[in-house]
Each structure stands twice: as C-alpha cells, then as structure tokens.
C-alpha cells in the first residue's frame, strides 16, 4: 500500500538552560524527530528513491536502520537483552537499508516508534554514569551517557543524508 504522509510531527527545539540529561534527552528527541519530518509527505516508493549510484541509501532504509541502532544500543547494550535483529539477516547484514517493494514506511515507521519507546523505558531505570549489562562486537561496555551521546551523532549524521535524500526526492530543503 502507498500512502502519502502529511506533516504532522513535533518537533521541539532544546532548551539553552537544560542540566546535562536533560539536554542529552532533548536533542535526541530532536534528532528523533527531524528523521521523521524528513519522510512527511511522501509516499512508500518516494521513501525507497534512492541516492547516486552505487549507492542504496534512501529514507524508508534509514528509518530502518535507525529502528536497529535504537535496538542495538538500548536493549543489546543497555539492558543486556538478546533481542535478535529486526532486518538484518545472515545473508543480509544490511537488509534495514536494502528496502524492497513490499516494505512500508508504515511498518517501518511503526517499528522505529516502538524501538524509541523502549529505549526511553530501559535509560529511565539508568542513570548517566551507569554501564550497559551487555557489550557490542569490539567487547567492551558503555555508559549511558556514552550512549545518548553516539546516538545523537548517529541520528545527526544520518539526518544530513536524509538532507540530501529529500532534496534530490522533491527539493524540499531545511532543517
């Protein structure tokens, strides 16, 4: 089903005076949010244009891959939990930005909301200092802090390709 999105998502500026978690939970919710008004307004087989060749990076993939980042660092590094990927496969490792014609923003979307909502749940029950109970592949252990902070990194840097992705979809530029 292709369906075209209208904007509708809030977007909050952070706050100039916030103490340090407060400030790390706003400007990933920013991040959070520009993702998702990068996608507004356009329909499945806009979301899955993709950039220049060679490169197969387009928006649905990026909502994708960010639902497994959220996935990856919260309840894989966070909390310790063994939650298998939810596109990667063995024969696909990057199968989140690999969107095909049955894949929907709507699921994605779905999915990626999900992701944030229990992310927000497991770093509520942390504090900043605290250390994840599991490890990534290089084996070492991550604080909470350390953990919003690459994921606002990750965000911004993928908001920059949504940027361009946006843009060469249907000019529409912006922050």
Known sequence: MTTERTATTPRVDPSTTSGEREALEQWLDFHRATLAMKCEGLDDAQLRTTSVPPSDLNLLGLVRHMAEVERGWFRHVLA???????????EDYDRDIHATEEDTYEEAYATWQAEIAHARTLAAAHGLDDFGKGKRRDGRTYNLRWIYLHMIEEYAR??????????????????
């Not at 310790?80 to 063995?90: K, S």
């Not at 940027?163 to 922050?175: F, Y």
């Open 158 to 175: 993928h908001n920059g390709h949504a940027d361009l992705l946006r843009e060469r979809i249907d000019g529409a530029t912006g922050d």
């Open 80 to 90: 310790g939990e063994e939650a298998g990927w939810i596109y990667a496969t063995e």
